[in-house]
């Protein structure tokens, strides 16, 4: 019989839609698998520099491929990703930092809310075509997720901070510690040993590792929280 509660932690940036749709298969999966999943907000363009990657839409045809891709995995997946109306000025100037240290901050202070606070980050960007940078944008978020307005602009104040200024770079430099290259990144804890896989197209192996069932991406025994 397979062990209960085994960790897996997710490295995820908001501004990546493959972490989505792995986030959301996590959250699925992890009563059926009896996981204790931990997200871990990640701050991507640290990622980036760190291991000398570059974005797919640096790239023209990986760009295009993406924009294919997503069309694709939106339908598999049942996660409703529509491609920001502007896609590089979202990916590539705007980024992510505020919106993941606004993350981090609830991870540090109301953990229990952070699942909900990242969806509807990812519903705002990848979703309705909302912004994620402004202040008036996350603190809508936030009161969308379910904090209070008072709680959402506590936690705005404290992105500013050294606190979780750091903490955000701690768990990105775990990340590239473990051999991230990019988001998302898995890695999981079996039989006193960590395995890394990247990409939200591995959740088959992942259930191979942890010796469970793979069930396709959304399976029958859950329902859809989007």
Known sequence: MASLLRKVELFYDVLSPYSWLCFEVLCRYQKIWKINLHLRPTYIAGIMKSSGNKPPALLPLKGKYMLMDLEYLREFYQVPIQVPKDFFSVILEKGSITAMRFLTAINMENPEMLEKASRELW????????????????????????????????????????????????????????????????????????????????????????????????????????
């Open 123 to 226: 519903m705002r960007v990848w979703s309705r075509n909302e912004d994620i940078t402004e202040p008036q944008s996350i603190l809508a978020a936030a009161k969308k997720a379910g904090l209070s307005e008072e709680q959402a602009k506590g936690l705005l104040e404290k992105c500013s901070t050294d606190k979780v200024k750091n903490s955000l770079k701690e768990t990105t430099d775990v990340a590239f510690n473990y051999g991230a290259f990019g988001l998302p990144t898995v890695v999981v804890h079996v039989d006193n040993k960590s395995h890394m896989l990247f990409g939200s197209d591995r959740m088959e192996l992942l259930a191979h590792l942890l010796g469970e069932q793979w069930m396709g991406p959304v399976p029958s025994t859950v329902t859809s929280k989007l």
